[in-house]
Antibody
Framework: EVQLVESGGGLVQPGGSLRLSCAAS????????MSWVRQAPGKGLEWVAG????????HYVDSVKGRFTISRDNAKTMLFLQMNSLRVEDTAVYYC??????????WGQGILVTVSS | DIQMTQSPSSVSASVGDRVIITCRAS??????LGWYHQKPGKAPKLLVF???GLQSGVPSRFSGSGSGTDFTLTISSLQPEDFGTYYC?????????FGQGTKLEMK
């Protein structure tokens, strides 16, 4: 069974940093693109970042470029999202997802990030 | 970025009804489109990939069609567990983008 478990969320002040982690199990992690998708309270879904199997290719939505960094550790089957210079508008539930045919076929339960003073 | 526009934004329907949701892309995305269903407080679930491929385990009352810029998701006979919000997503080019969502409510 595919499992994706996020951790590292919480309350942070504007301008602060957080690092989200996602522990993956139940599949061959190194064979899949992985991504982060977020959902602001009461709003729709927003794809945030994606990373290729070996980490050589990464993509971001414009609103987080230069502030967020997606990375992975295939040996530990972990996905990460380093979030710097956080803004109030980054407040959201962040989902770790596995991509197949470029779509998110498996999702974690989500982790809440709140940016507020 | 490619803009995805869903319609309607919300719809009320009854069990047994046929429901159609449409999604339009701002440029040609071939068949690189998926549909998701989300219930309140839960993660989304992938229903359809590559515009018309049914994800494993998804009931056959769901079907997707379209290519290029215009796509549809059809639920042939609505069941109680189908209520919630539906999203389309393009995976043709980065950044991948979602439609704004269609909320399906019980009439």
């Amino acid at each position: 069974e595919v499992q994706l478990v996020e951790s590292g969320g919480g309350l942070v002040q504007p301008g602060g940093s957080l690092r989200l982690s996602c522990a993956a199990s139940g599949f061959i992690f190194s064979k899949y693109w992985m991504s982060w998708v977020r959902q602001a309270p009461g709003k729709g879904l927003e794809w945030v970042a994606g990373i290729k199997q070996e980490g050589s290719e990464r993509h971001y939505v414009d609103s987080v470029k230069g502030r967020f960094t997606i990375s992975r550790d295939n040996a530990k089957t972990m996905l990460f999202l380093q979030m710097n210079s956080l803004r109030v508008e980054d407040t959201a539930v962040y989902y770790c997802t596995r991509e197949a045919t470029s779509l998110s076929d498996s999702w974690g339960q989500g982790i809440l990030v709140t940016v507020s003073s | 970025d490619i803009q995805m526009t869903q319609s309607p934004s919300s719809v009320s329907a009854s069990v047994g009804d046929r429901v159609i949701i449409t999604c339009r892309a701002s440029q040609d995305i071939s068949i690189w489109l998926g549909w998701y269903h989300q219930k309140p407080g839960k993660a989304p679930k992938l229903l359809v990939f590559a515009a018309s491929g049914l994800q494993s385990g998804v009931p056959s009352r769901f079907s997707g069609s379209g290519s290029g810029t215009d796509f549809t998701l059809t639920i042939s006979s609505l069941q109680p567990e189908d209520f919630g919000t539906y999203y389309c997503q393009q995976a043709n080019s980065f950044p991948y983008t979602f439609g704004q969502g269609t909320k399906l409510e019980m009439k």
